[in-house]
């Protein structure tokens, strides 16, 4: 009975988070392109905190693949 019970908690928060994303207003491309061009914050993106390592690229490791016309 107890599993039975956690299976329904399960869907219950399951729904609760589709619910939640489903409430978020949709915006259409050009409005998401105004947003970004503007400098807003576009609702429902996550913020990354990405910066550059100013270090020299790594030699691949890799052979290089040759051209169709090389073969």
């Given at each position: 009975m107890e599993q039975q019970n956690d299976a329904e908690v399960v869907r219950?928060?399951?729904?609760?988070?589709?619910?939640?994303?489903?409430?978020?207003?949709?915006?259409?491309?050009?409005?998401?392109?105004?947003?970004?061009?503007?400098?807003?914050?576009?609702?429902?993106?996550q913020k990354l905190d990405i910066k550059p390592c100013q270090e020299h690229p790594t030699v691949s490791q890799m052979p290089r693949k040759s051209k169709p016309w090389e073969k």
């Open positions: 219950e928060s399951e729904s609760d988070a589709a619910d939640a994303i489903v409430e978020q207003p949709s915006l259409s491309f050009p409005e998401v392109f105004r947003m970004i061009q503007a400098g807003e914050e576009v609702p429902g993106l």
